[in-house]
């Protein structure tokens, strides 16, 4: 929406090492004992990276003849490339997990050595390769999608804290004319920003985690903020350097009572139900320390347009971003402000690179959507689109 703004993160990057051999595999992983495809493992090794989709999808490449499979409550898993060629999927075993109630204890102390840790546990500056895909649901139905193939650069510095290259983009909006209600996407600047809970305005418990070498600890604020919501998340913890290597949080405890706002210069009331934040950090072995791998954004504001015949509907916006290679030192020249709107970001479409790109796969619902796109084209007093292919 144009005067909505929320101030709230899937890549393909190719890497051509000379004339070296580059291994390419797709596969789909799931959970061994129920079936269901898993989101977010983590495909790596030392030079790349990739993730599964909501279908349990993934693409890696690499020009390294070794794969690792991980994801917190599973058990890893450790191949190659022929390793696994001929399996069409991947089955990951959860760790064993007795469900046990809370743990109540003096959290303090160790709660006080993780944040004491936070400077030397994280790279301070660094260079990686990103893939970002936001995509917006009027409802249940998908109208906008972007994916950002680019270079982020992570600086110590607070007045500078990211820098951004965009490599490679496509994006298309697809919106019904009549009685439109604009969305504008949040900037990147408050999209990398985290906000971890204080020590002195939280309860702490613990709660207990199928991994012995990491602690689950659970948090929310001890009072309302004035839309009358509790701060809440977790903290998934590494027991051996106090390094937090999962962290989820949530604005929205309670969604029915956030009191709705209005559109200037409109009778349009709308209100924020969602608001919550995953990131994951990877580790750079030669280093000993960690850098941001994944991270999501998932935000759902309700509309009520006051507008005869029109009822009151949702947008979803879900932002989703990971690193594809290993961290390195190099220069970024930044071609995007981090704090503008990101699907403001304009850049032409590379035919080239998106039909030969396979690291991040779309899924079936994004290829309805396009088609539904191509198929209303050119319909344009019926439908807005705007995109660069």
């Known amino acids: 929406m144009s005067n909505i703004f929320f101030t709230l993160f899937s890549i393909l990057f190719f890497s051509n090492v000379g004339n070296s051999q580059n291994f390419k595999i797709s596969k789909i992983i ?209 027991r051996n350097d106090y390094a937090i290597v999962e962290f989820f949080s949530t604005w929205r405890d309670n969604p029915e009572v956030v009191p709705y706002k209005k559109l200037a210069f409109s009778n349009v009331q709308y209100r924020t139900t969602r608001y919550e934040k995953l990131l994951k950090f990877g580790k750079k072995n030669t280093l000993n320390k960690y850098y941001l791998q994944l991270s999501k954004f998932m935000v759902k504001v309700e509309v009520v347009p006051n507008i005869k015949g029109e009822s009151t509907f949702n947008f979803d916006l879900n932002m989703d971003y990971f690193t594809t290679n290993s961290i390195t030192t190099e220069k970024v020249e930044s071609n995007f402000p981090i704090d503008k709107d990101v699907f403001k970001a304009k850049f032409p479409y590379s035919s080239e690179f998106w039909n030969n790109q396979n690291q991040l796969p779309l899924t079936t619902e994004l290829k309805d959507f396009l088609k539904r796109v191509s198929e209303n084209k050119d319909k344009k007093k019926e439908f807005e689109i705007i995109g660069n292919f």
């Open 30 to 238: 799931a959970d061994k004992t129920s079936k269901l495809p898993i989101e977010n493992v983590s495909i790596y090794n030392d030079k790349d990276n990739s993730t599964t989709n909501q279908e349990g999808l993934f693409v890696f490449i690499s020009g390294q003849n070794e794969i690792n499979f991980n994801l917190l409550g599973y058990n890893s898993l450790k191949t190659t490339f022929e390793g696994i060629e001929k399996q069409d999927t991947i089955f990951m075993e959860a760790k064993a997990f007795v469900l046990k109630e809370v743990v109540i204890s003096n959290l303090e102390p160790f709660l006080k050595k993780v944040y004491a840790k936070m400077a030397d546990n994280y790279i301070s500056n660094y260079t990686s390769n990103f893939f970002l895909r936001n995509v917006l649901k009027k409802d249940s139905s998908i109208v906008v999608l972007q994916d950002v193939h680019g270079k982020r650069a992570k600086n110590a510095n607070p007045k500078y804290p990211s820098e951004i290259e965009i490599l490679n983009m496509r994006k298309t909006s697809f919106f019904e004319r009549k009685n439109q209600i604009d969305f504008r996407f949040p900037d990147l600047k408050e999209f990398f920003n985290s906000l971890y809970p204080a020590l002195d305005k939280n309860i702490f418990v613990e709660e207990d985690y199928n991994d012995v070498d990491f602690r689950k600890i659970l948090f929310e604020s001890k009072e309302k903020n004035p839309e009358g919501q509790i701060f809440k998340g977790y903290f998934v913890i590494n």
